[in-house]
């Protein structure tokens, strides 16, 4: 939103952010919708609060189109909060991270950062490896979205996209609609359109810690990936091309088990390569939202994560890379593994995988993913 913005309507536009709260309120999850007002690059940054008539609450900012906290109830009726991120804008965007975001272009990695469309080369910026990872430095994580807060559980986010943003081409228009559901879910549906043929791949870049206490690893969760198979990494984390079975190795989870059974077993030359779980599964779910894609539950709170997408692919990512030098939410160090990612998504890649469901946007199409979490608890 652009400056000029008449006063009045900058007001109401405060107002509608903190779900016609105070200004000065904070909200279930602590954060003071204050230290969120501030100006990217001639826009406006807010939180915006979502709430549900069971009291589960989500704040979101449109500063990287980012889930700031997640409020639902552990097995005790406690509200806690599952998901790693800081209670101001300034660290969001001081501290390079993707913690919550709605990553574009293209989410994951991009071979050398190089794309062919009809003939034509196109270089990306390489900014992990040698490969383009989420859209480059400059990718829309670091963006901000224009908002429309429909009513007080959803929230539309359009980021518009010029021709050559980060080099991808096309002018491009793509939205992000959060809806809190009554029985606890974030429907996330995602939609782009677009002038020139060019490459999309949307998701969000959540780090979930389900015991709300994000002071301690998350390898206790017990992980469950609806996959059979999955796509092997290098050790530069670029997918090799292959499609391989998860059986008889550390990366099957279609028996659940704690995501830190197997995880250091660095003998097995994909942990190695992955400096943990950071992959790519093929869903088995074939597009079908009705089909749990995932689930992951804290031992510790009982709460429950499952995720639904229409997506191909799933990427599973341990927070391998998290040090202990990020200070978050509360004052919160996040040491290494301290958070699940669960990132809804086409293969890694795809662009240079023509044998793999495509990524490209044409004139006069529509792109479309939708993905689901859904929270409840275990006894």
């Not at 991009?110 to 859209?135: E, S």
């Not at 429909?150 to 539309?156: K, M, S």
């Not at 799933?314 to 040090?323: A, H, K, R, S």
């Amino acid at each position: 939103m652009k400056r000029q913005v008449l006063l009045a309507g900058v007001a109401a536009m405060m107002l509608t952010a903190c779900n016609h709260q105070p200004e000065t309120a904070l909200t279930l999850s602590g954060l003071d919708p204050v230290k969120f007002q501030t100006t990217v690059n001639d826009a406006q940054t807010q939180l915006y609060t979502l709430k549900n008539k069971a009291g589960m609450e989500v704040c979101i900012t449109n500063f990287g189109g980012r889930i700031v906290s997640i409020m639902v109830p552990d097995k005790n009726g406690t509200m806690q909060d599952v998901v790693l991120g800081f209670d101001s804008i300034a660290d969001y965007i001081n501290i390079p991270s993707d913690f919550g975001a709605s990553i574009g272009r293209y989410a994951n990695r991009i071979n050398q950062g190089k794309i062919v469309l009809d003939g034509d080369t196109i270089q990306l910026p390489k900014n992990n490896f040698g490969h383009c990872l989420h859209g480059g430095p400059k990718g829309w994580q670091y963006q901000v979205y224009n908002a429309n807060p429909i009513d007080n559980t959803t929230l539309e986010l359009t980021r518009i996209s010029p021709d050559g943003d980060e080099n991808f081409p096309g002018n491009l228009t793509a939205k992000v609609l959060f809806k809190l559901t009554e029985d606890n879910a974030i429907d996330i549906k995602y939609s782009a359109t677009t002038d020139k043929k060019t490459i999309i791949n949307m998701t969000n870049h959540s780090y979930f810690n389900l015991s709300g206490n994000p002071a301690q690893a998350a390898t206790d969760h017990i992980l469950y990936v609806n996959a059979d198979n999955y796509t092997p990494v290098d050790n530069t984390f670029m997918t090799t091309g292959e499609i391989v079975p998860v059986k008889d190795t550390p990366m099957d989870f279609t028996t659940p088990k704690a995501v830190g059974q197997d995880i250091t077993k660095y003998d097995f030359a994909q942990l190695k390569n992955g400096n943990g779980y950071d992959h790519n599964w093929v869903l088995n779910t074939k597009g079908d939202l009705s089909v749990v894609a995932a689930r992951l539950t804290s031992p510790v709170s009982g709460i429950t994560l499952e995720v639904y997408t229409d997506e191909p692919g799933i990427q599973v990512y341990t927070g391998n890379f998290l040090d202990g030098t990020v200070t978050g939410k509360k004052g919160i160090v996040y040491n290494q593994r301290a958070s699940v990612c669960l990132e809804t998504q086409h293969y890694p890649d795809s662009p240079n995988k023509p044998e793999w469901p495509s990524v490209v946007l044409e004139p006069g199409e529509t792109y479309n993913s939708e993905c689901i979490f859904k929270f409840s608890v275990e006894q």
